[in-house]
């Protein structure tokens, strides 16, 4: 089976076709972050702009590298949430047209469904297992009975650990996307600040950032109010020690309560060394998985794998009503 | 209109959510600024709460818009990113809309709003304490009139 996928859910225009479920064809990604990046994030209206440049080059190029023709499509699968909503309408409408054009079935995916099944690309999944879902926009820890099947045991009260990043990173004055560049100061920093770990021990499984966020902000201000220097490389380091402390804690917790087979990080804080690091070195007895690279950022190769194991277990498509949401729940998507 | 008024506590930033949530009608505006960590999103999760939301609602810094479907809609938003170009058409349908829009950073993207509409300054005295500059024009005068007799502190 041949799904087209479609990304365009924030600052990624992408198409990529598959085969069932598994094997990548082609994954096309026009990203725009050098256009963003002046702005300090996505800027909406932008996004939309150039998702609507640069949408049916990548259409076209998709299916020109993988070597196939649209009429060979048997299942276009696109975000329909969540993430920026301008942008989501714009996949959403130009997959509808295809699908209308070439009779080809259309399905509606999730797009942290699309992050966790970036995984399966090159590790097969096996259930139960966990999935950890960090980005910009989320902080969850899901459960997978099976294929397709989500059951959300967490999430964030407050700010997403990514745009926790970003934030530190906005005011220790370092550039935009926060993440990477606080990340690379970190290796070379010793975690010789204490910041708390916010919620460590709540017996839950959800996340809170804002504090610790909060925290540093506070730090950082009455040390320079006291003239006092800031060693950035330490304080970086600092951050993200109490960030992946409480990452990997949780993600352990949930492990040994579920009995699991496999842990999965999906989303782009999954790029995060010290989290990779710290995670490997802290679970050993069940195979932890991070995806590659290049499929740990926006990718429609995700989105066309997710959409073929949704089409595999609940056997239903879309018609031409679906429409785009800001918000989608994961665990409704079962 | 304009009051100061003071928060010690999450009791106290609940009770002037609620005083708010009881004020909302649809195309309700509110403006919140303060800095980062100043309380922004989690008063507008109180009032979300009291709008009978049940939904977890956490920080729409990522996407810029975050809509929650209830009786009375809910976007919510944070402009932050939008600071040096001052509008977006994107949340016009929004913010023109039915539901009840509150707006984190609003000052960002003031040309684009509407001159009547409720908003919230929050300055951070210590780590519970604000103190909060609250200014209404239009419709929204006979609000802030409320909550200066309604919310005591």
Redesign the interface.
């Known amino acids: 089976m041949y799904v087209l996928g479609v990304e365009t859910s924030?600052d990624e225009t992408s198409v990529s076709v598959t085969l069932d479920g598994k094997v990548v064809l082609s994954n096309v990604v026009l990203s725009q972050i050098d256009i963003h990046k002046e702005?300090?994030?996505?800027?909406?209206?932008i996004a939309?702009r150039e998702h609507i440049k640069g949408i049916t080059v990548v259409f076209d190029q998709a299916i020109k590298d993988a070597n196939l023709e649209y009429e060979d499509i048997d299942l276009i699968a696109v975000t329909e949430g969540?993430?920026?909503?301008?942008s989501l309408l714009i996949g959403v409408n130009a997959a509808k047209v295809v699908s209308l054009n070439y009779n080809i079935p259309i399905i509606g995916v999730h797009h942290i469904s699309g992050h966790i099944y970036a995984s399966h690309i090159e590790n097969d999944m096996q259930f139960p297992l966990i999935a950890l879902v960090v980005?910009?926009?989320h902080t969850e820890l899901i459960l997978m009975k099976e294929h397709f099947s989500f059951e959300k045991l967490g999430?964030?009260?407050?700010?997403?650990v990514?745009?926790a990043y970003?934030?530190v990173a906005?005011?220790l004055g370092l550039p935009y996307p926060g993440g990477p560049v606080v990340d690379k100061l970190a290796r070379s920093g010793k975690a010789e600040y204490h910041f708390p770990r916010p919620m460590i021990d709540s017996k839950d499984f959800n996340f809170s950032f804002?504090g610790l966020?909060?925290h540093v902000?506070?730090l950082n201000h009455n040390m320079k109010q006291r003239n006092e220097e800031i060693n950035i490389e330490n304080f970086c380091a600092s951050f993200q020690d109490a960030v992946t402390d409480v990452l990997v804690q949780k993600t352990i917790e949930a492990k040994n309560q579920y009995n699991v087979k496999q842990i999965l990080v999906a989303g782009g804080v999954a790029a995060n060394s010290g989290l990779r690091k710290k995670m490997k070195e802290s679970i050993t007895d069940i195979p932890v998985y991070f995806p590659n690279m290049k499929y740990c950022t926006d990718n429609a190769a995700m989105i066309s794998i997710a959409g073929y194991h949704k089409y595999q277990k609940t056997k239903k498509v879309d018609d031409l009503m679906l429409n785009g949401?800001?918000?989608l729940?994961l665990v409704e998507e079962n | 209109m304009e009051i100061k008024k003071w928060i010690k506590s999450l009791d106290d930033t609940e009770a002037l959510a609620k005083v708010i949530t009881e004020n909302l009608f649809p195309g309700f505006i509110l403006g919140l600024t303060g800095d980062l960590g100043s309380g922004k999103t989690t008063f507008t999760k109180y009032l979300a709460k009291h709008m009978g939301i049940q939904d977890n609602l956490n920080s729409p810094t990522f996407t810029i818009l975050k809509i929650y479907n209830n009786s009375l809609d809910l976007y919510h938003m944070d402009v932050y990113r939008l600071e040096n170009i001052g509008y977006d058409y994107e949340l016009d349908d929004y913010i023109y809309g039915n539901g009840v829009s509150v707006i984190e950073w609003y000052e960002y993207i003031d040309s684009m709003l509407p001159e009547d509409k409720l908003e919230i300054n929050i300055k951070v005295l210590g780590e519970f304490k604000r103190q909060l500059v609250i200014k209404g024009k239009g419709r929204y005068e006979q609000i802030v009139k409320d909550i200066d007799n309604r919310y005591g502190n």
């Open positions: 924030c702005y300090g994030g996505v800027v909406p209206e939309s969540p993430g920026l909503i301008g980005s910009g926009g999430e964030t009260q407050d700010d997403a990514g745009e970003d934030k906005r005011v804002s966020k909060s902000i506070n949401s800001s918000r729940n």
